[in-house]
């Protein structure tokens, strides 16, 4: 060691310089960091730990699709109902009313719907909707009879869906179905449509949907069409038919 101020050479513990007097700053020498030994991971503790997350997010999965089916069940929009009926199309109704359990009625609670519809049995909702102010219920079942006494057609029909406007939904403009091709699976057929059905009719041999909606012409007029879907019992794609509705037909 050697002293900053006169240069004397020193003994490397001195704290003082024998020659000058001059006080002699020790350097601290640095201790050696410890390394941290790092700790092993626990594999089978790991893959514990992700199969249980693993198991629970199937759970919740499977908790959700139970709730959605408990909805659905609980959740009675009318179609269930028809499509039971429908399959005693052909048959006596009263064998299709013991057989089914359902219990129908030969007049509406609603007076407008005994007003505006024909039919000889219905099965309607509890809960009511207004149409331009005047009460119907959110659905009915509609059944119509032969002379026999055999059922021939059952309709579904949803009433919510004019509940905003009685000409049904509103469209960017008026649906063609020109090209869409005989046969064609039903699925494909309503990505062209893209409004839900006002009613479903079910009869011997074809299921018919009907749609109704408005779209704004080049005059800005609000024009009302009635769009009906004909499919055959596979569900595919039989024809169709458009027709404008006027203030005069409604």
């Given at each position: 060691m050697v002293c900053k101020k006169c240069k004397e050479v020193l003994p490397d513990d001195a704290k003082v310089c024998s020659c000058c007097g001059t006080a002699i700053k020790q350097k601290k020498q640095k201790e050696p960091k410890e390394k941290k030994e790092k700790t092993p991971i626990d594999k089978t503790a790991l893959l514990s730990k992700i199969k249980l997350v693993g198991v629970i997010?199937?759970?919740?999965?499977?908790?959700?699709?139970v709730i959605v089916l408990i909805v659905n069940i609980l959740v009675d929009d009318g179609t269930d109902t028809a499509e039971v009926l429908s399959e005693y199309i052909g048959e006596d109704i009263l064998d299709a009313v013991n057989e089914s359990d359902i219990k129908i009625a030969d007049e509406s609670k609603f007076t407008a719907v005994n007003n505006a519809m024909k039919?000889?049995?219905?099965?309607?909702?509890?809960?009511?909707?207004?149409?331009?102010?005047?009460?119907?219920?959110?659905?009915?079942?509609?059944?119509?009879?032969?002379?026999?006494?055999?059922?021939?057609?059952?309709?579904?029909?949803?009433?919510?869906?004019?509940?905003?406007?009685?000409?049904?939904?509103?469209?960017?403009?008026?649906?063609?179905?020109?090209?869409?091709?005989?046969?064609?699976?039903?699925?494909?057929v309503i990505k062209e449509i893209d409004l839900d059905p006002y009613s479903i009719t079910y009869e011997n041999a074809f299921i018919t949907y009907t749609y109704k909606y408005y779209y704004e012409d080049e005059a800005?007029?609000?024009?009302?069409?009635?769009?009906?879907?004909?499919?055959?019992?596979?569900?595919?794609?039989?024809?169709?038919?458009?027709?404008?509705?006027?203030p005069s037909d409604i």
């Open positions: 997010a199937v759970l919740a999965v499977i908790l959700i699709m039919f000889d049995y219905i099965v309607e909702a509890e809960d009511s909707v207004k149409v331009d102010g005047i009460n119907f219920p959110e659905w009915v079942v509609t059944v119509c009879l032969n002379e026999e006494n055999e059922i021939v057609t059952v309709t579904h029909t949803d009433f919510t869906v004019c509940k905003k406007n009685h000409k049904g939904q509103e469209a960017d403009g008026e649906i063609n179905l020109d090209n869409v091709k005989t046969n064609q699976k039903y699925k494909k800005e007029n609000e024009q009302a069409v009635r769009l009906t879907v004909t499919y055959n019992k596979n569900m595919e794609y039989q024809y169709y038919n458009s027709t404008l509705i006027y």
